[in-house]
């Protein structure tokens, strides 16, 4: 249809429509074959990209269901403007763990991190996943460039006081970078109310499973 | 874009002298600036998005000309459009699926070919009006022209950022690139103005600006060569 | 001897004033030097170092460039140089090292000024540009502000000592430095603290304003300088509309947020006494060069400059804003220049005649 | 949003005046006649005046030698009696140095009138009678426009002339004809004044004076008792005061319009050399011949203002003044403001001379220019309320049209602004250049246009001869042909 | 309040021209006259806003529905395109003096990355169709904003003697760079 | 998965139609612009340009195959009113030739009439048998009489510099 190659043909509004559908057409059929052979592995890579984000912070060894299938978003006022991410880790039915995907304001515009905590609310790790903050001064905050990131480890509200969640500067327990103190205390502060809101959420959590156990036992006596 | 009138094709060396660097997509024709300058925070980046460019350039360059018969202005636009848009969404699906690291880093950038301006520019001056064997030929001149520009600005403000050259290049670009790394200054906190954005502008202004210095050093050796034949004639 | 010689053909005026370039810029050097010697004696050597090395880069690229340029090197004389280092060292941190002095004056004059084709060709600032530059390029070292060691007092360094921090063979030592009072309160605010607990405890308004404060050279004594840039005034080489402009909006923006809330925002008094806000008003945004040429495109120019410095300062990244502040009005000056044309005589505002035509014809 | 109310006055300078070095002095009235006179034909704004003499005539002092050119031109009289020995081009007391054809008179010695007519009162005459005299007097603006004076009085009798204004305020430094003028014929300038009043019938005069002169002023005052409504009033001193724009906005508060001129708001200004001229003319019906000049400036033996007849060699007026006593930097006709460097020494004193000055190089105060550095100096010092760097960096690259949005329109070039100028740009010599250049590109545009109409009526006429030969040649007529075209050439 | 500072946002933090590296040909290409530039930038506010709205419709009713989010790229550059040229066609024949401080310019905007990338950028960052035009706009009034001061500073800069080495591009790129360090002041604002 | 190519096709055909649609309806007259330019020039047809007339000359500078500054009768008015029409940069161009004028040498002239039927912008008076002499004001300086003078005794040469035209030269420095 669009091999016509007489002239008059061409100015013909038939032709024009045809010319750009059938290019469309064509296309199309290419993007189609192109998507089937790879839309497995981007979302198998999107997936790794997850769950090995995940196994920086949670050892793979701790759980056996599929966080991340399990993960549900809340939305907790009090502590966090951006809704957060919660990946439960459950070892056959216990409670193993929980992995937090939060979004605080850093310095040069949202931060973006994953914490773990173990069943007793102690941190298994922190990892930025994303920010803007910037490169070069705040950037230690990644793993790759500087340590700082794994002075959480082991942190918890009951080992560590309300006053030491914060950075040196602020009378507090950690390093602060010199020249980039919000960038650090952004960070301090988002991981403090993730211990924060962890504890709130696993109360509401053990409540209610244990007036869901108590309603099953009800109903089961 | 003075060839864009010339029916005749130019010659090969033509084409690769205009596209390395007399009339080089960059910094001839100031055109692609966006990811030229958006991505070239290191010498690696810069590499990898020369070769998605250069990709891109090659294949619809190739389509172009050879649909260029058929194609009629009300829809010219349109049509190559969606050419190179299909084109590039299936690089950026290769990129996606086989060089995850480097997708993740340049991001937005690879579907940002389609509106490179240095791609549709070539597409109407050159490949629309050309055979195909010279439209390949430019299209690739074009993209390693592209492509060295983009590798010597990210060495630029890679080396003046954090003192390294093509950091990270067994990452984003595979194991096979691990002989690229190199610091060049040891220990050196870096001048973070030039990865920041104002950086990107300046290095390429002053790339230019050398480009301008060669040129004219050049034309007046030439020119004492001509003189010094005349002399012994 | 005969003129035309020097000066070949040329049309009227054959008089002339006793103005020149040279003369101008001495005359606002002049005007700084209260203030400088005052900033060395609360300093001591150290920042005598960063002074006279920031200047003498500054020279030394400005004869380098003219000489690249063909230009004939003596043009140095006109001082525009030594001023725009003296401003940049006013503006810098008194204890900077070496490295980061050379490429202040160096950045300032070539970048920031010779790449447009030097003297009065330039967009902006040049000295502001360079402190920007640095700003953003090595925030920490730009950012280290030392408490005041009077000369003569018993934690003055001594000669080596200043020489060791300059080469930064040692470093400052420890306790010397802390925040400015901006820089203070930018992370009081975004630490969520309260802005008037820290004013009401650790910053003292008159100490600001003559001077006993830490910062830069040029922003310590704020009365110094004032009175430099009366002298100025007085003395016809800046005009008042841009100082008194950007010091007006300032106190009018900081005065209204204050009213808003005592908590968050600082008093318009600590806005107006401290970070260089009269070095600026007075030195900085009235550089010829790079400020509108109308009397109503300064008044709009000195607005924007407080105005942004406001901004920037309440809800910005830097607690120091001057330097961002003028360098953006600098940008819209060649707009405002282009749209704020005086009105020329027999013409209204828009460049159309005025009809006041009255006579009317007889017969 | 910020239109300000129309000021007094606005820019402006005040340039040293130097005017003490003459201005106590009187006016030496004696000069020794110069042997040689030369008139050139163009001493006035607008076309060169046709010479009524030639060469071997002898002429009397005062006797018409040119008539004027046209509607817009002046008649030129010899300042004395001697014989026509040349006309022919002289270097004109121009910076050009390009040559202007001059009648050149021998003088004979005797300085002998011609016959004076004797006058009525000029008051009981005919306002246009008046200025027929006026006219045939062969009177210029004496205060450096050369505009011919009758065309202006006759202009302003069109208008309703409620202001009548007698410069006196000579704003240029050094310069001081006027301010003696004033203080040693004051009576002969207020009765010069009435006469023009009466002649363009204004409701009131003022003479404005600047208020360094306090001398004149009183001089003036004195005079004028007698005489209700003209009021003599002084002016601040500041240049350009003396330029007509600005002292009409210093004394009526008004601006003339951009494009109009003064008569258009009831306005008519006369320089008082002017009026002593036409004084002269009405009462004693002696035209234009010579008029006052300040010698003046630093390499000036003896600087004195000169009763100057027209056409004396500049040379012979600084002999008088005991000549120089160092090579000038600048020699110059005019102020140091707005003057015009002369060529040569020997040009001759013209309608237009307000003054001859000889200054030294630290007087001029001259530098090679150095690049703007937008101080804005300029454009607080322009009267006008241009923009003159602006101005000056546009006509740099030739971009005319851009010069003229910053004001070049406006321009008086009354060089305040370079004046002022800390980089010693020679701000006015890039407006004398621009304006030159676009006149010649007006000049070409509309000779572009009218050689388009000469080609398309060529061409119109060659078709309808190539149509009216046909037809002859079907009428068979052989002849006809040649005579045609004949009468066609005879046409044009 | 929110829509507010992402349109602050958009304009002078995270500036789509200095920051994000979108738009830079129309930048160095049509700013060295001020009415140029100001025609580019009503241009490209038009097309954008328009893009912005046409994208989300077409993400939201088109792709997403049918789960070909695959034929996004292609989908939004057509229509972005088809769009733009039957404008310019149009605007040319009904107003030629429009069409004269306009429409020259449509279609240079086609391949101006800004509006794709804006379009993207809706995308990516999951915005509302409120949010989406807000960003549309603020996107190209930060353009225009650029656009304009820019022109203005080339304007100046045209007069300048610049050493020859540097006169034209690079010292209009070294300006561009400086300006986009003065807009880091604003950086931290949000 | 193939409803993707049936939605995508029939958008380009609907688009393409529009396309097609909007081309046709709004479709507008070649080139205005040739005889804008055509207006603007002298129209003498005198090929000093090097074209054969002022509207070979127009095309030319339209296509961009004529510099803006080719036709020296229109001199710099001309030249930069094109330039902005065109928007060519007037500094990349070399210096324009200078637009000539005619002289006849009296003393040489024999009244033959051919100049007079050469010019085109009727510049020569004279009749026939007397001395011809040249309108300055009318002369675009095309050369035409000075070629077909049989005497030679035509010359062209640049306006020459009087008080009236004269004007101070652009300033060197600064
Ligand atoms: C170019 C530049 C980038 C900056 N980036 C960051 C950053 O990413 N994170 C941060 O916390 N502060 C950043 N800052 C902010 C300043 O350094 C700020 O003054 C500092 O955070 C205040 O903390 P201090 O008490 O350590 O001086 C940056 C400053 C500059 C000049
Ligand atoms: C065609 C023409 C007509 C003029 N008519 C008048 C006139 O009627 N009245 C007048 O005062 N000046 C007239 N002028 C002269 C100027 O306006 C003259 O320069 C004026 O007196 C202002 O003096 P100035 O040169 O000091 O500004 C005329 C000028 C021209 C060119
Ligand atoms: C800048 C400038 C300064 C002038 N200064 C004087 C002056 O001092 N005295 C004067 O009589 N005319 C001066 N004139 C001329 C007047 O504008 C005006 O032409 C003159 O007074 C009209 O009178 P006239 O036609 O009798 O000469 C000056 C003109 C200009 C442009
Ligand atoms: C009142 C005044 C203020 C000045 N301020 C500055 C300034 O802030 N920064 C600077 O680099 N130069 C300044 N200069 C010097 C000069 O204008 C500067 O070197 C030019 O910008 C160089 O083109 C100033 C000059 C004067 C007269
Ligand atoms: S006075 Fe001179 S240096 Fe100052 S702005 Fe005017 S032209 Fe420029
Ligand atoms: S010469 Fe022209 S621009 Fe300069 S001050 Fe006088 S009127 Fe203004
Ligand atoms: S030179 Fe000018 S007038 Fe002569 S033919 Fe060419 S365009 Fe026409
Ligand atoms: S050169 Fe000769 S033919 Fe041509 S216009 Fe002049 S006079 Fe006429
Ligand atoms: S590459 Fe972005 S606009 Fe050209």
Redesign the interface.
């Known amino acids: 249809m669009a091999t016509v190659l007489n002239p008059t043909y061409r100015t013909r509004l038939g032709y024009q429509a045809a010319l750009l559908g059938g290019m469309c057409y064509l296309m199309s059929m290419l993007l189609i074959g192109g998507n089937t052979a790879t839309h497995e592995l981007i979302d198998e890579h999107v997936l790794n990209d997850k769950l090995a984000l995940l196994a920086q912070v949670m050892p793979a060894s701790m759980y056996d269901n599929d966080p991340i299938a399990d993960s549900q978003l809340i939305t907790d006022s009090e502590h966090f403007k951006a809704p957060i991410e919660v990946l439960p880790a459950r070892m056959g039915n216990e409670f193993a763990g929980v992995a937090l995907n939060i979004t605080v304001q850093g310095w040069g515009g949202p931060l973006n991190f994953i914490m773990a905590m173990d069943a007793g609310g102690e941190i298994l790790g922190v990892r930025v996943i994303t920010h803007k903050e910037t490169p070069g001064l705040a950037d230690k905050i990644e793993l790759d460039k500087d340590d700082w990131i794994t002075s959480f480890d082991g942190k918890s509200l009951a080992n560590t006081s309300h006053i030491q969640w914060a950075v040196k500067k602020d009378n507090g327990e950690f390093d602060q970078f010199t020249g980039a103190t919000i960038t650090p205390r952004a960070v301090v502060s988002g991981v403090y109310r993730g211990l924060q809101f962890y504890q709130q959420w696993h109360q509401q959590q053990s409540t209610a499973q244990s007036t869901a156990v108590a309603k099953a036992e009800e109903s089961g006596s | 874009m003075s060839e864009a009138s010339t029916p005749k094709p130019p010659s090969y060396s033509t084409i690769f002298r205009d596209g390395l660097w007399d009339n080089n997509v960059a910094m001839g024709q100031m055109l692609g600036l966006c990811p030229l300058l958006a991505v070239t925070t290191s010498a690696t980046n810069g590499l990898g998005m020369g070769i998605a460019t250069l990709a891109v350039l090659l294949l619809t360059n190739t389509l172009v000309s050879i649909i260029r018969g058929i194609v009629t202005p009300q829809v010219r636009i349109p049509v190559f459009i969606v050419l190179i848009a299909s084109v590039v969404t299936l690089v950026d699906m290769a990129i996606n699926a086989w060089m995850h690291e480097l997708y993740k880093v340049l991001g937005l950038f690879i579907a940002l070919i389609v509106t490179n301006c240095a791609i549709f520019g070539r597409v109407e001056a050159f490949a629309s009006k050309q055979p195909i064997l010279p439209a390949m030929a430019d299209a690739f001149a074009m993209g390693i022209g592209f492509t060295w520009v983009l590798v010597a600005i990210g060495a630029m403000r890679e080396i003046l950022g954090s003192g390294t050259l093509f950091a990270h290049a067994s990452l984003l670009l595979g194991e096979s690139f691990t002989w690229l790394e190199m610091t060049v200054i040891p220990d050196f906190s870096g001048i973070l103005l030039s990865i920041l954005p104002p950086g990107a502008f300046m290095a390429l202004g002053f790339l230019i600006a050398i480009k301008r210095l060669i040129d004219r050093w050049a034309k007046a050796r030439q020119e004492r060569a001509a003189m010094a034949g005349l002399v012994t004639e | 001897?005969?003129?035309?010689n020097?000066?070949?053909?040329?049309?009227?005026?054959?008089?002339?004033?006793?103005?020149?370039?040279n003369?101008?810029m001495l005359q606002v050097c002049l005007a700084l030097t209260p203030a400088t010697l005052y900033g060395f004696y609360l300093f001591g050597i150290p920042a005598l170092l960063t002074f006279l090395s920031i200047c003498l880069a500054a020279i030394a690229t400005e004869a380098l460039c003219l000489w690249?340029?063909g230009q004939s090197i003596t043009?140095v004389q006109?001082a525009?140089a030594l001023l725009t280092g003296w401003l940049l060292a006013m503006s810098m941190p008194p204890w900077s090292p070496w490295w980061l002095c050379l490429g202040a004056g160096f950045f300032a004059i070539a970048?920031g000024k010779?790449?447009?084709?030097?003297?009065?060709?330039?967009?902006?600032n040049p000295a502001m540009?360079a402190r920007?530059?640095l700003l953003?390029?090595?925030?920490?070292h730009m950012?280290t502000w030392v408490h005041i060691h009077p000369l003569g007092s018993e934690s003055a360094p001594g000669l080596f000592q200043s020489l060791g921090i300059f080469l930064q063979l040692q470093p400052i030592p420890d306790g010397y430095t802390g925040a400015t009072l901006l820089g203070a309160a930018k992370?009081a605010a975004?630490?969520g603290g309260s802005i008037a607990e820290l004013v009401a405890t650790d910053y003292s308004l008159a100490q600001a304003f003559v001077g006993q404060t830490m910062g830069s050279l040029g922003e310590t004594s704020e009365l110094l300088v004032l009175a430099g840039g009366l002298w100025l005034l007085k003395n016809r080489v800046i005009?008042w509309h841009i100082p008194v402009a950007m010091l007006v909006s300032t106190l009018l923006l900081a005065g209204l947020f204050y009213m808003v809330s005592h908590e968050q925002y600082l008093s318009p008094w600590y806005h107006l006494t401290s970070g260089g806000v009269m070095l600026g008003a007075f030195f900085i945004a009235t550089d010829?060069?790079?400020?509108p040429?109308?009397a109503?495109g300064k008044?709009i120019f000195g607005a924007g400059c407080g105005a942004?410095m406001y901004?920037?300062r309440a809800?910005?990244?830097?607690p120091e804003?001057v330097?961002?502040?003028v360098?953006?009005m600098?940008?819209?000056?060649?707009?405002i220049?282009?749209i704020l044309?005086?009105?020329?005589?027999?013409?209204d505002?828009r460049?159309n005649?005025?009809?006041?035509?009255?006579?009317?014809?007889?017969? | 949003m910020f239109s300000l109310p129309i000021r007094g006055s606005r820019g402006g300078v005040h340039p040293e005046t130097k005017k003490d070095l003459t201005a106590e002095r009187s006016i030496l009235t004696q000069l020794p006649l110069p042997k040689k006179i030369y008139l050139p034909l163009s001493q006035h704004a607008g076309v060169e005046s046709r010479p009524q003499v030639q060469v071997g005539d002898k002429v009397l002092k005062g006797q018409l030698v040119a008539r004027s050119g046209g509607s817009l031109s002046a008649n030129l009289h010899a300042p004395t009696s001697g014989t026509v020995v040349a006309i022919e081009p002289i270097v004109a007391p121009h910076p050009s140095g390009l040559p202007a054809v001059a009648i050149v008179i021998e003088s004979d010695g005797e300085d002998q009138w011609m016959e004076l007519p004797t006058l009525d009162d000029p008051l009981a005459l005919s306002p246009d009678e008046l200025a027929d005299r006026v006219e045939e007097a062969g009177i210029v603006g004496m205060g450096g426009a050369i505009f011919p004076a009758a065309v202006k009085l006759r202009q302003g009798r069109r208008f309703e002339i409620k202001t009548l204004i007698i410069n006196g305020s000579e704003c240029e430094p050094y310069l001081t004809c006027d301010d003696r003028l004033m203080q040693e014929r004051a009576e002969a300038i207020i009765d010069g004044t009435r006469m023009i009043r009466h002649i363009i019938e204004a409701y009131e005069v003022i003479i404005a004076i600047e208020d360094n002169k306090p001398d004149a002023t009183a001089a003036l005052r004195k005079a004028a008792a007698g005489h209700g409504m003209i009021e003599v009033r002084n002016v601040p001193t500041q240049y350009p005061m003396g330029s007509a724009k600005q002292l009409i906005q210093a004394v009526t508060g008004k601006e003339v319009p951009a494009g109009a001129r003064s008569n258009d708001i009831g306005v008519l200004v006369h320089n008082v050399g002017t009026v002593f001229a036409i004084h002269q003319a009405l009462r004693f019906g002696r035209p234009l011949i010579s008029r006052i000049v300040t010698v003046s400036g630093g390499c000036v033996k003896s600087p004195h203002n000169v009763e100057a007849l027209i056409g004396t060699p500049v040379r012979e007026i600084i002999q008088a003044c005991g000549g120089l006593n160092n090579t000038p930097a600048r020699l110059l006709m005019g102020g140091p403001m707005m003057g015009q460097i002369i060529p040569s020494i020997d040009s001759p004193v013209i309608k237009g001379t307000t003054g001859v000055l000889a200054l030294t190089k630290q007087e001029v105060n001259e530098h090679v220019p150095s690049p703007c550095i937008r101080c804005s100096r300029c454009v607080d010092a322009c009267p006008m309320g241009l923009v003159p760097l602006e101005m000056a960096k546009h006509s740099k690259v030739d971009d005319f049209d851009n010069a003229q949005e910053y004001g070049l329109r406006d321009c008086i070039l009354c060089g305040s602004c370079a004046y002022v100028c800390p980089s010693h740009i020679p701000l006015v010599q890039f407006f004398e250049y621009a304006k030159g250049e676009m006149k010649e590109r007006r000049n070409s545009e509309s000779k572009s246009e009218y050689t388009k109409r000469l080609t398309e009526q060529r061409n119109e006429r060659v078709e309808r001869e190539k149509a009216a030969k046909l037809a002859a040649k079907k009428a068979k007529k052989k002849k006809t042909s040649r005579k045609a075209e004949s009468e066609e050439s005879a046409e044009s | 309040m929110d829509y507010l500072l992402l349109f602050i946002s958009t304009v002078l933090v995270n500036n789509i021209v200095l920051v994000k590296f979108l738009g830079l040909c129309p930048l160095m290409g049509v700013s060295n006259n001020l009415s140029a530039a100001f025609g580019m930038g009503l241009a490209t506010t038009f097309v954008l806003t328009l893009s912005a709205l046409a994208s989300w419709i077409i993400e939201h009713l088109l792709l997403v529905p049918l789960n070909i989010e695959f034929l996004r790229i292609l989908s939004f550059i057509l229509i972005i395109a088809a769009v733009v040229q039957f404008t310019e066609a149009v605007v040319r024949k009904t107003s030629p003096l429009l069409h004269k401080n306009l429409g020259v310019f449509l279609p240079l905007i086609t391949t101006n990355c800004a509006v794709l990338g804006v379009a993207l950028l809706n995308v990516r960052e999951e915005y509302s169709l409120v949010q989406s035009l807000v960003f549309g706009m603020g996107s190209a009034l930060g353009f225009s904003i650029v656009m304009v001061i820019f022109a203005g500073l080339r304007e100046r800069i045209a007069l300048a003697n610049v050493p020859e080495t540097f006169a034209g591009t690079p010292v209009s790129l070294i300006t561009a760079g400086l300006l986009s360090l003065v807009f880091m002041g604003f950086s931290g604002m949000i | 998965m193939f409803v993707a190519t049936l939605v995508l096709t029939a958008l380009g055909l609907l688009l393409g139609w529009l396309l097609g649609l909007a081309a046709k309806v709004f479709a507008v007259e070649e080139n205005p612009i040739v005889n804008e330019v055509e207006a603007l020039l002298p129209g003498s047809q005198c090929g000093q340009c090097g074209f054969p007339g002022c509207s070979a000359a127009a095309e030319a500078m339209v296509e961009g195959t004529a510099a803006v500054n080719c036709c020296p009768p229109g001199g710099r008015a001309l030249t930069e009113t094109l330039a902005e029409l065109l928007n060519v940069d007037l500094n990349s161009l070399g210096d324009a030739p200078v637009p000539q004028l005619a002289t006849i040498d009296d003393t040489l002239c024999t009244g033959c009439t051919k100049c007079y039927k050469a010019c085109p912008t009727d510049a020569i008076v004279g009749a026939t048998r007397q001395i011809h002499a040249v309108i300055s004001k009318a002369c675009t300086g095309c050369s035409k009489c000075k070629d077909v003078c049989p005497e030679d005794c035509i010359s062209l040469n640049p306006e020459p510099v009087t008080l009236n035209n004269w004007h101070w030269t652009k300033p060197e420095a600064a």
């Open positions: 001897m005969n003129a035309h020097e000066v070949a053909h040329r049309a009227a005026p054959y008089a002339h004033d006793r103005s020149s370039v003369r101008i690249l340029q043009r006109d525009s970048i010779h790449i447009y084709g030097g003297i009065g060709q330039n967009v902006f540009l920007v530059a953003i390029s090595f925030p920490v950012t992370a975004n630490g005009s010829y060069v790079t400020s040429s109308s109503t008044l942004v901004v920037i809800w910005g990244g830097f804003a330097g961002f502040a360098l953006f600098n940008a819209l000056t060649p707009l220049d282009r044309k005086p009105r020329a005589y027999g013409r505002h460049g005649p005025i009809k006041n035509v009255s006579a009317r014809k007889v017969s």
